[in-house]
């Protein structure tokens, strides 16, 4: 059981280029979510998946594009990297079978951008 | 926006000593959540807590929810170099989306 994995672990790009950060879990939970973390900003939500085929934008949703593949996937798009975009990006999965609205984060994808 | 006020933003204190860190809203939460964050991790789970006044401990950690379910409190009693992270407080205002706080980054000098 490997819970929450995001590859790649670190990504250089230069402004302009485009790349997916990918996220699987493998605890069967319905819900998935991307955050990025800035120094000073806590974690912010990017989009959210409240199920497979479904998406929503979270708070800071400009400049990206999400896929939820299936039940266990959950890919992160950026089509035009910029440098506002450098930053950690992390995908985590919900769980509410406790009733303890847990969620369980990836180990994180460090993105830069030049 | 509901959003979250961590305080304070930073804390070094030495071992043994006590510690005590905060969350605050202006909005009401459904439930609360603290997160340690370790260098080059993800958050980890420390406490979920959803009843107004509810008092929650982990080991040398106490969690507490305000009776109006807008701030909550973590305090740490002979603080250890191991409790040294980030830590973060998360509400949720009742639907499966959280919102984080800013952090405490928190380092315990041996």
């Known amino acids: 059981n490997a819970g929450v994995t995001q590859t790649p672990k670190f990504q250089v790009l230069k402004t302009g280029q485009s790349m997916t950060l990918q996220c699987a879990q493998d605890?069967?939970?319905?819900?998935m979510y991307w955050y990025r973390q800035d120094p000073g900003m806590g974690l912010r939500l990017i989009y959210y998946?409240?199920?497979?085929?479904?998406?929503d934008k979270g708070e800071v949703p400009n400049g990206y594009n999400v896929s939820r593949l299936n039940k266990r996937e959950f890919s992160l798009r950026l089509e035009s990297a910029a440098p506002s975009q450098t930053s950690v990006y992390f995908c985590?999965?919900?769980?509410?079978?406790?009733?303890?609205?847990?969620?369980?984060f990836g180990p994180g994808t460090r993105l830069t951008v030049l | 926006t509901q959003l979250l006020e961590q305080s304070p933003q930073f804390l070094s204190i030495q071992e043994g000593e006590n510690l005590t860190v905060y969350c605050n809203s202006s909005?009401?939460?459904?439930?609360l959540q603290w997160y340690r964050q370790e260098p080059g991790e993800g958050p980890v789970l420390l406490v979920t807590?959803?009843?107004?006044?509810e008092v929650k401990k982990l080991k040398r950690l106490t969690f507490q929810f305000g009776d109006a379910r807008k701030d909550s409190s973590l305090h740490i009693t002979a603080a250890q170099p191991g409790d040294t992270g980030l830590y973060l407080c998360?509400?949720?205002?009742?639907?499966?989306?959280?919102?984080f706080g800013t952090g405490t980054r928190l380092t315990i000098i041996p």
């Open positions: 985590a999965s919900f769980s509410s079978y406790t009733a303890l609205d847990t969620q369980y």
């Open positions: 605890m069967n939970h319905n819900s």
């Open positions: 998946s409240a199920s497979e085929g479904t998406t």
């Open positions: 909005s009401v939460f459904s439930s």
């Open positions: 807590v959803v009843t107004g006044g």
């Open positions: 998360a509400g949720n205002f009742g639907n499966e989306k959280l919102t």
